[in-house]
């Protein structure tokens, strides 16, 4: 006798098979087909636990964006020196890619077809006009060059953080994660800095 296989997907684990396969296929190539068939379930198991897969990609870039957003919320990005704040939110930055990695790749590679990708990428330009302030202050108060254009500084600190998500594969041990922060942040802030 035969027993037919339950259906143990949670909302959670059932995101991240869709986020995995978002990432494999790109969202618009991706179908609930696929989804069904990455996930060993029916599709309507999958609309048990959500309404399509736009609900999937909302809050697999939620997450994400909370992730981000949260570090501006920390009393290190709030309190003290507009460059100490800075140096910290570019650390946390770099931890939150790390421990969200698929996410925040999916994040990195919406293109607004849909209107949760539209929203998605006006959060990110929020998330980027509060660092690109944060820069701007650090200059202002003179810890950091203030020959550099704010605008061009963002974009390259964000280019060089969000490139991680295109080569950097975690191997299980949790190594590497602080030395890639550490190393960021002085590439970073090595140029960055004012002169004493």
Do not use: C
Not at 5 to 20: G, H
Not at 25 to 35: F, I, N, P, V, W
Not at 60 to 82: C, K, N, P, Q
């Amino acid at each position: 006798m035969t027993t037919a296989r339950r259906d143990t997907y949670t909302p959670e684990t059932l995101l991240t098979v869709a986020v995995r396969v978002f990432n494999e296929r790109g969202y618009d190539g991706t179908s609930m087909e696929h989804l069904s068939k990455a996930a060993g379930i029916s599709k309507s198991s999958i609309y048990h636990h959500v309404a399509g897969k736009e609900e999937l990609l909302r809050r697999a870039v939620s997450r994400a964006l909370d992730g981000l957003f949260g570090i501006l919320d920390e009393e290190h990005a709030r309190v003290g020196h507009a460059a100490g704040r800075l140096e910290y939110v570019v650390r946390r930055m770099v931890e939150v890619l790390i421990a969200e990695l698929p996410y925040v790749t999916l994040l990195l590679r919406v293109r607004g077809n849909t209107g949760t990708e539209r929203w998605a990428l006006e959060r990110r330009r929020e998330f980027d006009h509060r660092v690109a302030a944060l820069l701007r202050a650090a200059a202002e108060e003179g810890d950091v060059r203030g020959d550099v254009e704010v605008r061009l500084a963002t974009r390259l600190v964000f280019g060089m953080i969000n490139s991680i998500v295109e080569w950097y594969r975690p191997d299980g041990r949790g190594t590497g994660e602080r030395e890639l922060a550490d190393a960021v942040v002085q590439m970073v802030f090595g140029g960055l800095r004012a002169e004493a």
